[in-house]
Every structure is written in structure tokens, then in C-alpha cells.
């Protein structure tokens, strides 16, 4: 089974700084599927980014993007320009596909506070 | 017009009650699944639903039994609740991809039901 660590149990950021949070995963397969969910206090499962594990090419929403390095087995997003609204548990997730079906497997979260 | 909707949003009970949460989700999707957020916030997949058709089931007690009436709709019934149950428990639902065609298969999630066994 596939496994992801987030290393960082706790980070904190000033407000307009930019903070990167650190994920890695192993697997066996060639291509697959890398996501960050953020969880406000609201406990809500938001989707932040997604990337395919196929293209190069780093995924990007706004102020968030990732460092894909398919190669260290390493996911890390970057928060640019932090504002308070971001401040939440931050989610690293990887979708495995098991008999016929996919699952996600996630990290154990980073939370994030941001600092005014 | 909420995408994935749990009832409901929290549930408090005494310990050997029996309880069901309620999932719908309006998307199309034809996958749907149950995890289970502890008290650590570690997220664990419980269960997955494929067009009603039980797909993964992940060493859970037999006391939950999940049950698709239909592809839009996946409720979590579960049996002589113990103070171990307290949790999160998220609904999920995707587009699953099958065979090589690659589709939008984000996993959508509702807001959770909090539960807690006294």
C-alpha cells in the first residue's frame, strides 16, 4: 500500500509571506494522481490542487502552487502572498487505484497558522 | 445547490445506540465513499460505492453497514456504537475513470458529521 508523510505537523507564516509545505509519498506506479486538501476550523475538505503525476509540468491555482518531483517521490505546496484565510490544516493526498476503484490516501496534515 | 451533503452535521449518543448518517451528493457522480477522520485529524477510507455496488471495504467492524440506494445517495448505518466510533466522518464522491479514458475524478467532500459516544 501506498504511504504518505507529511513531515511538518504545525507551520506558521506572516501574513503576504510565502510558506511551502512539504509532502512525500512512495508507490510502485508510473501514473497517478497528487492532491492537497486544505481543512479550515469549519472541518469542510477543500480541494486546494491537484496534479498528474504524467505532466511535468507544475500544477498552479492562484496562489498556490506545487513542486512535483516524480523522481524523490516529493509534493510540496507553496502558499505565496499567505493571507489569514489560509490558516487551516493543510492535507496531502495521494489516489490509489485498488480493484477497480480508487481510494485517496492521505498524510497525517500540516497545520498552518498565519500571523497577522 | 451543495454538491455533497451530510445529515446529520452532528450526532451525540450514548454508547450501544444505533445510528445512521445520511449522504447525497448531486454531481453525477457514480462513485461515492465513506472515511473516517479521528480524533488526531488522520483521514482513513472506509468504504467505496461504485453505481451501488460495494467496491472497498477496509477492515471496518461489521457494526458499520453502508448501504447505496441509489448512485446519488450512500448512508452509513451503524450498529451498538462504542466510545471508540467517536469521530469526523466525511462522504466523498468522484467520477471514477475507468478503463484508459481519463476523466475529472477529484474527490468531492461533504462537511462531515461529528460524532461523539458518550
Known amino acids: 500500500a501506498q504511504t504518505v508523510t507529511q513531515s511538518q505537523p504545525e507551520m506558521s507564516v506572516q501574513e503576504a509571506e510565502t510558506v511551502t509545505l512539504s509532502c512525500t509519498y512512495d508507490t510502485s506506479e508510473s501514473d497517478y494522481y497528487l492532491f492537497w486538501y486544505k481543512q479550515p476550523p469549519s472541518r469542510q475538505m477543500i480541494l486546494v490542487i491537484r496534479?498528474?503525476?504524467?505532466?511535468?509540468q507544475n500544477a498552479t491555482e492562484n496562489r498556490f502552487s506545487v513542486n512535483f518531483q516524480k523522481a524523490a517521490k516529493s509534493f510540496s505546496l507553496k502558499i505565496s502572498d499567505s493571507q489569514l484565510g489560509d490558516a487551516a490544516m493543510y492535507f496531502c493526498?495521494?489516489?490509489?487505484?485498488?480493484?477497480?476503484?480508487?481510494?485517496?490516501?492521505f498524510g497525517k496534515g500540516t497545520k498552518l497558522t498565519v500571523n497577522p | 445547490d451543495t454538491a455533497v451533503s451530510q445529515t446529520p452535521k452532528y450526532l451525540v449518543t450514548q454508547m450501544g445506540n444505533d445510528k445512521s448518517i445520511k449522504c447525497e451528493q448531486n454531481l453525477g457522480h457514480d462513485t461515492m465513499y465513506w472515511y473516517k477522520q479521528d480524533s488526531k485529524k488522520f483521514l482513513k477510507i472506509m468504504f467505496s460505492y461504485n453505481n451501488k455496488e460495494l467496491i472497498i471495504n477496509e477492515t471496518v467492524p461489521n457494526r458499520f453497514s453502508p448501504k447505496s440506494p441509489d448512485k446519488a445517495h450512500l448512508n452509513l448505518h451503524i450498529n451498538s456504537l462504542e466510545l471508540g466510533d467517536s469521530a469526523v466522518y466525511f462522504c466523498a464522491s468522484s467520477q471514477w475513470a475507468s478503463g484508459s479514458m481519463k476523466v475529472e475524478d477529484t474527490q468531492y467532500f461533504g462537511p462531515g458529521t461529528r460524532l461523539t459516544v458518550l
Open positions: 496534479q498528474e503525476a504524467y505532466k511535468q
Open positions: 493526498a495521494y489516489r490509489e487505484t485498488q480493484g477497480g476503484s480508487e481510494k485517496l490516501v
